[in-house]
Structures are given as structure tokens and as C-alpha cells.
């Protein structure tokens, strides 16, 4: 299977191949689609400093921050924003 891809076999034994994504993926096509941090940080009522450290990944987004966007904008789901983890720097 290639990767990007999982299959699911549903309750009537027949298989479904579904997309995969991971959760800074997630979080930057929401912020693609809304127009970039600046606009995202307006909708969502957060700081922009919050949301550009989320973007470049040197924050991630832990619970209370995921509920706040979520409680923001209810078509993000909050189990996945807690995924989303700084990225690791190599020093």
C-alpha cells in the first residue's frame, strides 16, 4: 500500500482504503484554506504569536489550546489538534 494510505475493513468484511494524515498536516491545510496565521488568528480569537508558532513548529497545540480553537471553530476536531507537536530541531 502506498504511503499516505491504511485500509479499514468494515463490519461487512469489505476493505476501504481511506487517506491518512497526520495532525501538522491538518493543521496546515485549515490554515491554508482560511487564508494564512493572520487570518486564522482573527477567526479563532487566539494571538497571532500563538498561531505562527504553531505554523513554523516551534509550538504545538497542547489540550486547553485545542479546545479553545475547537470551541472557535467546530469543524476542527480537538483529538486531533492535540497531536500536533513542535518539530524537533537538530542543534
Do not use: H
Not at 499516505?4 to 496546515?28: C, E, F, Q
Not at 467546530?74 to 492535540?82: F, H, I, N, T
Amino acid at each position: 500500500m502506498q504511503s499516505g494510505y491504511a485500509y479499514r475493513i468494515l463490519s461487512n468484511n469489505a476493505i476501504r482504503i481511506v487517506r491518512t494524515m497526520d495532525a501538522r498536516k491538518y493543521w496546515a491545510d485549515y490554515v491554508d484554506s482560511k487564508g494564512g496565521p493572520t487570518k486564522v488568528a482573527e477567526a479563532l480569537s487566539i494571538p497571532f504569536q500563538t498561531i505562527a508558532a504553531v505554523c513554523n513548529g516551534t509550538r504545538g497545540i497542547g489540550r486547553n489550546l485545542a479546545s479553545r480553537i475547537a470551541a472557535a471553530d467546530p469543524s476542527l476536531d480537538k483529538r486531533v489538534l492535540v497531536w500536533v507537536r513542535a518539530i524537533d530541531k537538530a542543534a
